[in-house]
């Protein structure tokens, strides 16, 4: 975040009382007022300033192990939303799009002006409506008194912010998610907040339910992330595999003296990844014979070599291999040793280089009975295979194979036309274990 925010507002939503103060007139669901607070350093950095004390227990429909209570502490100490009553927070209640256009106008104008007062109108509502008309946060003449839906909300709070408040820290391609498609209307904004690690969506597969309502404790989530990115979520959608939510995610620097050596897979990671700064060394049909026999790639000196030599002309900090699905006629302890000789030739050349022996990934049950020597037994025994090299050779060993079976333990069958390569949407699911493994 770049901009310096001056005051943070405090907006008291679905309120069924006019004593609680700021109280300016009814909505769908009830009341909803506003105060203006003190100031505060830039929106969207950790450790803001408390506005207010939070004590467990002070709303008796948020108990401490509801997933929901971080966020309605946060929102509460912050200022962003009171409870309906001094002890109920009203965490099932409704939220409409009149309410949503009141977060997401005094967000913007907090953000590009600094000020988040508003004077009355003739409706509680409707300066929020009008300056959200006039800064493309809603359509205007948009109906608002009417509940909001999850992509509804999801769409206006998305557009509180300026992208550079809602820096991408889950690399999620679009289709990812299973229910939110990219000729969707409201994707774009959705998948934003998903890469801002504001939305994680339901269970390990990200489900995001676009057409449910949502409710005041997922309000109070997702405005807690909206305000402070410490409260961010890394997330990645998973179909089984290792939990890499709670890993460390690593941006492009990582990769900046780095490079990849693979086959066709590796070649849709690099057209679909958001991975730029590692350099590939990759092709479609390449083996482990042929990245170390066949000299057919122009090197710098103008000749040609092979593909490991071609690597090996600078050095790295970090080799990625990702190779074995075109040489599977070979039986495993010859594959093993084929890949031990290139690691071998690699770390020669490379020394001072960690190097991160990628597993086979799986093949869709259609591929598996169609194509024997792809089976998910060879694959498997492939990695088991790997796995040893990578101790025997003091390498990495990285389990991309878990992360992209289904639950029969293959490759879903929508997520690939030839049944080996994955739709380009699901690299994601690649991109996020090489920035979040070791």
């Known amino acids: 975040m770049k901009r310096p925010v001056s005051i943070f507002l405090l907006v008291m939503l679905f309120l069924s009382t006019a004593g609680l103060a700021g109280a300016a007139g009814p909505t769908v669901a009830g009341e909803a007022g506003v105060l203006e607070a003190d100031m505060a350093p830039e929106m969207g950095t950790p450790g803001l300033p408390k506005k207010n004390t939070y004590a467990d227990g002070q709303f008796t429909d948020v108990a401490p192990a509801d997933w929901y209570s971080a966020g309605v502490k946060a929102v509460y100490e912050l200022g962003l939303m009171y409870g309906q009553s001094e002890d109920c927070f009203n965490a099932p209640g409704e939220v409409s799009v009149a309410e949503t256009v009141v977060l997401a106008a005094r967000l913007h104008k907090l953000y590009h002006i600094g000020s988040s007062e508003f004077e009355l109108g003739e409706t509680w509502y409707g300066p929020y409506v009008s300056y959200g008309e006039e800064n493309g946060i809603i359509a205007a003449g948009e109906e608002v008194l009417r509940v909001a839906t999850r992509a509804r909300f999801a769409d206006i709070l998305a557009r509180a912010l300026p992208p550079e408040a809602l820096e991408q820290i889950n690399a999620i391609n679009m289709d990812a998610i299973p229910d939110v498609k990219s000729g969707d209307e409201y994707a774009e904004s959705v998948y934003l907040l998903y890469r801002a690690g504001v939305l994680t969506g339901s269970g390990p597969r990200g489900i995001f339910s676009p057409d449910s309502g949502i409710c005041r404790a997922e309000a109070a989530v997702i405005l807690a992330r909206m305000a402070d990115k410490s ?112 690691i071998d030739q690699i770390k020669a050349a490379e020394p001072e280089a960690d190097i991160y022996i990628i597993s086979l990934l799986p093949v869709t049950r259609q591929e598996a009975e169609t194509s024997p020597n792809r089976s998910m037994t060879r694959i498997n025994g492939y990695n088991k295979a790997l796995r040893e090299l990578a101790e025997e050779k003091e390498c990495y060993y990285m389990d991309v194979c878990s992360v992209f079976q289904g639950e029969d333990g293959y490759l879903p069958s929508g997520w690939s036309g030839d049944g080996v390569h994955p739709y380009g949407q699901h690299y994601a699911l690649w991109e996020n274990c090489m920035r979040t493994m070791y």
């Open 231 to 342: 409260l961010r979520q890394s997330f990645v959608p998973q179909y089984g595999g290792p939990d890499l939510t709670a890993l460390k995610w690593r941006d492009d620097t990582f990769f900046a003296h780095s490079a990849i050596l693979g086959n066709s897979l590796v070649e849709g990671l690099r057209m679909y990844s958001h991975i730029d700064s590692i350099s590939y060394f990759s092709a479609s049909s390449v083996s482990v014979i042929s990245a170390t026999k066949s000299r057919d790639t122009r090197l710098k000196n103008g000749s040609k070599g092979t593909l490991v030599q071609a690597l090996c002309q600078e050095k790295y900090d970090k080799i990625y291999i990702e190779l074995g699905i075109n040489e599977m006629y070979c039986n495993t302890s010859h594959f093993a040793e084929l890949y031990g000789d290139m």
